[in-house]
């Protein structure tokens, strides 16, 4: 098990490169760095009452020196307010040592960068978004979705605020682009959190942040398409909901800065907070975002993150924390089809989003320039390989890994290549990507790249060549989850079914910074791009719109209903398969399925979750006093509280470290849908145990009814040899369908605590 998760490092750091675990430290001058320091809250109560928090941190700092290259003033980067008690400040190694002295001092860590969990590759496809409850749900309209990334392109169509009235009378938040006009009633807010970037611009110079803020967000603009393909109207989730921007990334992403975002957006008034990046951690205390999370879901705020692209991996999920919802990411059944055809008129099916009219596609002799062909991560087609193999006017077979597609077909292009068909590894499977390359390309999955791959054997002097078949809608395996997407069991806590549910994450077409087809700045740029940094804004625009539509409903509510109405089978009513092995996928893989937005609208039944229950579910963790209050940021003392199994949070779904002991959980729903039904319990057993549920019956009288059930779980007499399985538990009425999925981890005595 150490192994796997030592594996599933490796590839985050050597694979696609959009993953989520490389922590770095930025270079700083002289020997100061940024901690971010964390006081003693039950302290910070008595400051924050006397109105003079700044103050007591203010007493920890080191009296001013003349440190070479230092700047007294500018040390103090952020006082934090909401998220934790502390700040974040420049400081020596001899700085902290005293400063641990203190009393009030709890600890003070260096910042890790985190990383946004997309591509670089600039691809393009289009993602129809016909939400059947933006009706009811009045397209968003009033609600504020705060979106942590890269910065945004305010000029671009998406963001046009036709059809939205001002914001709301709550918003405090402030609008820093240069001119202020540039913000409107869609964007309503923009503020810098980039400590490291002299640029201090607002813009998006990546071009992630203004997708994500589109995706969840963006106005109706008609006729987007990208070289003409996935030609349609483009429209964010909650097309009418207003957009709140923090920019806390230009290269990497520091902790220090997100958590300021965090601290300052919860103050602004933001209902949603929509974060598509992370880095993987062991517990909730040490991981930032969780730590801002939870202070913003006491504010009744909606968190939803991505999960990470460090699949197909198991126990490669970031954004963990049971008050976040964690998204995976799925494919659409739009495809922009691209072929790789062999001299021996064999065809395998791709992708690629480039696809020139005046290509003829005739034979090429076809060469693969990487020698390790064992190793799916070896850098094939970057220039050293490339430069020592002839590949003039050839067709080429790359491998995907380290370096992005598109730079890969860049060397291919620059050495003289015709034509390039990138192949998946392993790994990557059946997830194909309609990238914008600069020559024709077709990405095939790995199967078909291995019988290239012994095509190239077989014979002496090969050849291909690449056709393209334009955008296709309706594949009917659609969706899938996307090989790349993490996957559970939940690290931290494995009493929690982690993903929480999959959303579009595969070939999203959304707002772009610049123009992938000419490299200029244009209006109306598009882009097409895959990870679940694209799955989790679709998310938080479900969550705009549930919002919207049920003001009263707090943040466990919306996951509830998005969790147990998911879409659990594919367009050709299948089980929604893995890409990775198009073998139906787990739930460590989907959680519970695909995101249904409408039917999430009308669940029936929740399983809600106040602030005050995490205390004895975070006290069973077996967290430490100090632990937990960094959490709640008060003072908790655990032996005096009561503590419940990670299992037993009142989570719509379920997972089970199983030791061969019977256990019991309950879980208390509470009647959103008819005042008098009737639910009756089905049960899908998960193999390797016996499942009961007590009552079988759930009679309602009233809505806002909560009524109570107890499962458990026994050993069988003769356990099959498993490591682990699921099943389901579904209350149905005349009209709904509540369905809570069910993993089982059998307890092996194996797992370590350390990623
Ligand atoms: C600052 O802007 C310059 C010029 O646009 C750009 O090359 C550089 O990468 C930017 N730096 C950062 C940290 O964004
Ligand atoms: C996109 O579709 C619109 C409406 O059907 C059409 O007017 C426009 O020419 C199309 N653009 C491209 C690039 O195909
Ligand atoms: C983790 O991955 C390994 C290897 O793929 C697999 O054998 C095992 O069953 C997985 N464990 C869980 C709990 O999914
Ligand atoms: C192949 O592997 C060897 C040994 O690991 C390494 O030195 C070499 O650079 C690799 N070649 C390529 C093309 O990756
Ligand atoms: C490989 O070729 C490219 C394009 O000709 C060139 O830019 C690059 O420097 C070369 N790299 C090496 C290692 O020779
Ligand atoms: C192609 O041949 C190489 C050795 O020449 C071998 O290592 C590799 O496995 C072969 N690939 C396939 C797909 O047969
Ligand atoms: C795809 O394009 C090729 C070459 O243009 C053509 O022969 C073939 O019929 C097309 N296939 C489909 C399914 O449209
Ligand atoms: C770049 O693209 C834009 C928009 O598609 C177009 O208006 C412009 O003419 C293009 N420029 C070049 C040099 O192709
Ligand atoms: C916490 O400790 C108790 C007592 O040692 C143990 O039974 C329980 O499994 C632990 N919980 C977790 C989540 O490790
Ligand atoms: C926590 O409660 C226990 C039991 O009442 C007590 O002995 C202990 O001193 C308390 N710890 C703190 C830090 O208050
Ligand atoms: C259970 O399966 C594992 C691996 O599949 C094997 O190593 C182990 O010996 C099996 N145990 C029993 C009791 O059969």
Not at 192 to 207: A, H, K
Not at 277 to 297: H, K, P, Q, V, W
Not at 703 to 714: G, I, P
């Amino acid at each position: 098990m150490a192994l796997m998760v030592i594996i599933s490092t490796l590839f985050c750091m050597l694979s696609l490169c959009l993953l989520a675990t490389i922590a770095t430290e930025f270079p700083e001058n002289s020997n100061l760095e940024t901690y971010i320091v964390l006081l003693e809250p039950s302290d910070a109560q008595l400051f924050a009452e006397s109105g003079d928090l700044e103050g007591w941190y203010r007493s920890f700092l080191p009296p001013p020196t003349t440190t070479e290259g230092s700047n007294d003033a500018s040390r103090l980067v952020y006082s934090y307010r909401n998220v934790i008690k502390g700040f974040a400040e420049r400081l020596s190694p001899e700085e902290v040592k005293e400063m641990e002295k203190k009393k009030g001092f709890i600890s003070a860590q260096r910042r890790k960068i985190l990383s946004l969990h997309t591509t670089h590759s600039p691809s393009f496809l289009g993602l129809q978004q016909n939400m059947g409850f933006w009706k009811d749900s009045n397209y968003g309209k009033g609600v504020i979705i705060g979106i942590l990334d890269t910065g945004i392109t305010p000029d671009h169509p998406s963001f046009n605020d036709e059809g939205l009235p001002p914001p709301p009378a709550k918003w405090k938040g402030k609008c820093e682009l240069v001119p202020a006009s540039l913000c409107n009633n869609k964007l309503i807010g923009a503020q810098y959190f980039v400590q490291d970037d002299q640029n201090r611009t607002l813009l998006d110079e990546d071009g992630h942040g203004t997708h994500t803020a589109s995706t969840a967000a963006g106005n109706f603009v008609k006729g987007a398409n990208v070289y003409g393909n996935a030609n349609g109207t483009a429209a964010g989730v909650a097309p009418l909901a207003h957009l709140a921007i923090y920019k806390v990334c230009s290269f990497g992403c520091s902790e220090s800065d997100v958590l300021a975002a965090m601290d300052v957006a919860i103050d602004d008034g933001v209902d949603v907070l929509s974060i598509s990046l992370g880095s993987l951690y062991n517990s909730f205390y040490e991981d930032f975002i969780a730590l801002g999370a939870y202070s913003a879901m006491e504010k009744g705020i909606f968190v939803s993150c991505s999960a990470g692209n460090g699949g197909p991996f198991n126990y490669s999920l970031v954004n963990e924390a049971p008050w976040i919802l964690t998204v995976g990411a799925s494919t659409t059944d739009r495809k922009i089809r691209a072929s790789a055809m062999l001299g021996d008129n064999e065809i395998f099916e791709g992708e690629s989003a480039f696809q020139p009219k005046d290509f003829t596609s005739t034979l090429f002799p076809l060469v693969y320039p990487g020698s390790n062909k064992s190793d799916d991560y070896a850098p094939y087609c970057a220039p050293d390989s490339i430069n020592n193999t002839d590949v003039k006017g050839k067709i080429v077979l790359c491998k995907f890994g380290l370096v992005p597609a598109v730079d890969k077909g860049q060397y291919v292009k620059a050495a003289g290549g015709a034509a390039m068909i990138i192949m998946n590894s392993v790994y990557g499977g059946y997830t194909t990507l309609a990238n914008a390359h600069v020559l024709p390309a077709a990405h095939v999955s790995f199967v078909d790249g291995d019988k290239i791959m012994a095509y190239i054997n077989s014979t002496k002097s090969p050849t291909a060549t690449v056709f393209f078949n334009g955008t296709a809608i309706g594949n009917g395996r659609a969706p899938a989850a996307a090989s790349f997407s993490s996957t559970g069991p939940c690290y931290a806590s494995r009493g929690i079914l982690k993903p929480d549910i999959l959303g579009p994450g595969v070939n999203i077409l959304a707002a772009w910074y610049t123009s992938v087809e000419n490299n200029t700045k244009t209006k109306s740029n598009f882009n097409i791009v895959s990870s679940t940094s694209m799955a989790c804004p679709h998310l938080s625009g479900v969550g705009a719109l549930l919002k919207s539509a049920h003001p009263d409903w707090s943040p466990a509510a919306i996951k509830s209903a998005i969790i147990t109405t998911a879409e659990t089978v594919n367009l050709e009513n299948k089980p929604i398969e893995d890409q990775q092995n198009l073998l139906p996928a787990d739930v460590f893989a989907t959680g519970t399925g695909n995101v249904n937005p409408s039917a999430a609208n009308n669940p029936g039944l929740i399983y809600d979750i106040v602030p005050q229950d995490y205390i004895p579910y975070l006290c069973g963790l077996n967290y430490t006093n100090r632990g937990v209050g960094m959490i709640l940021q008060r003072h908790v003392n655990c032996s005096v509280e009561s503590k419940i199994p990670n299992s037993q949070l009142n989570y719509p779904s379920f997972s089970i470290v199983f030791k061969p002991t019977v256990q019991k959980y309950t879980r208390t729903v509470t009647n959103v849908g008819v005042a008098n039904s009737v639910y009756s319990a089905k049960i899908v057993q998960p193999m390797g145990v016996n499942l009961a549920v007590e009552p079988t019956t759930l009679k309602f009288s009233k809505l806002n009814q909560k009524l109570t059930y107890e499962v458990t779980f026994s050993p069988l007499a003769n356990p099959p040899n498993i490591s682990n399985s699921q099943g389901s538990l579904t209350w149905t009425s005349e009209k709904y369908s509540v369905r809570s999925p069910i993993a089982v981890i059998i307890d092996t005595g194996l797992f370590q605590l350390q990623h």
